[in-house]
Each structure stands twice: as C-alpha cells, then as structure tokens.
C-alpha cells in the first residue's frame, strides 16, 4: 500500500506534471513566476487548495451526490468548495502575511478558476481513487506544481541579468524556458515505476 501510494507521488509530480505535462494552471504558473519567493508563496496556497479540496470534493461526491444521484452537480459542487477553500486562504494570508498577499494579487482569487485544481479533483472521481489515494494525488499534484513554478521562476530571475537579445526580452523568453522545462520533464515519461 505505502509503495502504491509513493509510485502515485512520484507518477504525478515528475511524469504526469499538471503544469508542464498536462498544461493545467498555466495562468498562474506564468503570471506569479517573476519572484521566487512569490512562487513558493502560491505553491503553498495551492497545496493546502489542493490537498483538502481532494479530500471534501471525494467525500462530497462519495456520501452526497452518488448516495443522491446528483452525479450530475459535481462540477458546480466542487468549485463552491474550492471556492471556500481559496477564501479561507486569501483571508489567511491578507492577515497573517500581507506582504505575500499583496505580491500574489489577482492570481490568489484566480485558484478558484486555476483548471489544475478542479482538474485533481475531477480526475479523483474518474480514476476511482479511494480517499487516502485521491488525498495523496492531490497533494503530490499541487507538489509538481510547486516544483515547477518555483524552477520557473528561478530560471526567470535568473535570465533578467543575462544577456538576451530585445526581441525575447520578457514575455517571449518566459515561453521559450517554459517550452525547454515541459520538455525536460517529458524526459520522466520513460520511467518505470
């Protein structure tokens, strides 16, 4: 059990990354990458999101919609829960650190609408994973997110001191190191687990 439950962290970190496999939450991952700092800040926020969202929305869809039949009010229950969560967290950090609130902006509302997230717990349902397995991906998911928003963004702070020439300067250069890490990452498809 406890080596099926590592062989799911590794999978969905390293070989079916949200972000730079499946291009889910691309919005946040380029929009909060600038700062390093900034980026570990919305990979926190976006781990707690997604850990405890995959636990409510499977217990949710598990005792609530299947027992009722409402199979069909997944999607709209689960972002009213994801939704709660992201309020939690907004009013948590506006409290307890302002500095990283005011630096994550109108990416922390956008958690709500980050398709990663409603994406983990969609996928919970569909691969039929008990609680324990859904908890686990779905915060080994918001870990590969992490993992390539903070790489992200210190390759970005990185290139503001390089030589590049103005054509790239910006935005263009952030696609392009964006593009060379999903492809590196791609490199973990091969792996045997």
């Known amino acids: 059990m406890l080596k099926d439950l590592l062989v799911l962290t590794v999978t969905v970190i390293f070989i079916e990354n949200f972000v730079l496999v499946q291009f889910l939450g691309i919005c946040p991952f380029l929009?909060?990458?600038r700062r390093t700092g900034t980026a570990l800040g919305m990979g926190m926020a976006v781990i707690f999101v997604m850990g405890v969202a995959s636990l409510l929305t499977w217990c949710i869809d598990t005792y609530i919609l299947k027992a009722l039949g409402l199979e069909y009010l997944r999607t709209v229950a689960f972002i009213l829960v994801i939704a709660s969560l992201v309020q939690l967290v907004e009013m948590f950090l506006q409290k307890a650190i302002p500095v990283l609130y005011n630096a994550l902006g109108i990416y922390l509302p956008l958690i709500t609408t980050?398709?990663?997230?409603?994406?983990?717990?969609?996928?919970?349902?569909?691969?039929e994973f008990s609680l324990l397995q859904a908890v686990v991906y779905g915060v080994g998911a918001a870990a590969g997110f992490t993992l390539a928003i903070v790489l992200f963004s210190g390759i970005r702070e990185h290139l503001e001191y390089s030589e590049i020439p103005e054509f790239l300067q910006g935005f263009p250069i952030a696609l392009i190191t964006a593009g060379l890490i999903a492809t590196a990452f791609m490199g973990f498809a091969g792996l045997k687990l």
Do not use: E, Q, T
């Open 31 to 33: 929009g909060v990458s």
């Open 114 to 127: 980050n398709c990663a997230v409603l994406g983990v717990a969609l996928l919970n349902i569909r691969k």
